[in-house]
C-alpha cells in the first residue's frame, strides 16, 4: 500500500494567527478570579441574549482579540487545515452582528427562533476589567458534516 505523501510544512505566520481550541480531555481548572457560578450565570446570559436577538449585547462579552469557531467535522482539531463553517476574529463578529441588524438580511425573514442549551459549546472565560469576557468559542454542531441551509446566527 502507498503511504500519503507528507503535507509541505505550513508557513508559521499562518499557524500563529489564533491559538487553535482542542476539545479538553477533562475539565480545565477555572482561571484564577473565576468560580463556577458566576461562569455559569454569565453563560445563561450569553444565550439569553443570542436567544432574544440582542447581537450588540452578545458582542460585548467578547474581548478585543476573541474569535469564533464553528468546525465543518466532527473533532476537527484545526481550524487552519481545513474549511471551516465559521471561524471569526473579532472584526468579522462586528460584521456579522451588523449584517445581521441589516433591513434587508432577507434570510432572516421571518427571523430564526431559537432556544440554546447551555453546555454545547467550549469557551474560554477570562476575567478583563473586573467582569467576565469570552477570549474564545467553539461550538461543535452535531451535524456539522451534514448539508446545511445558509448559517446567518450565531450559535
Avoid at 43 to 48: F, M, S, T, V
Avoid at 111 to 122: C, E, K, M
Amino acid at each position: 500500500m502507498a503511504r500519503k505523501p507528507k503535507r509541505p510544512p505550513r508557513s508559521p505566520a499562518i499557524r500563529a494567527r489564533r491559538p487553535i481550541a482542542r476539545r479538553p480531555r477533562s475539565t480545565p481548572p477555572l482561571a484564577a478570579g473565576l468560580d463556577l457560578h458566576r461562569c455559569e450565570q454569565f453563560l445563561i446570559h450569553e444565550a439569553r441574549l443570542l436567544d432574544e436577538g440582542k447581537f450588540d449585547g452578545w458582542l460585548t462579552l467578547f474581548t478585543p482579540d476573541a474569535w469564533y469557531w464553528v468546525p465543518s467535522e466532527p473533532d476537527q482539531p484545526d481550524p487552519h487545515e481545513t474549511v471551516s463553517l465559521i471561524y471569526d476574529d473579532r472584526r468579522l463578529l462586528e460584521t456579522r452582528v451588523r449584517r445581521l441588524a441589516s433591513p434587508r438580511m432577507y434570510s432572516q425573514e421571518p427571523r430564526s427562533r431559537t432556544s440554546r442549551i447551555v453546555g454545547a459549546a467550549l469557551h474560554r472565560l477570562v476575567r478583563s476589567h473586573g467582569r467576565i469576557m469570552i477570549a474564545w468559542k467553539r461550538v461543535d454542531l452535531v451535524n456539522c458534516d451534514a448539508p446545511l441551509d445558509g448559517i446567518t446566527i450565531p450559535f
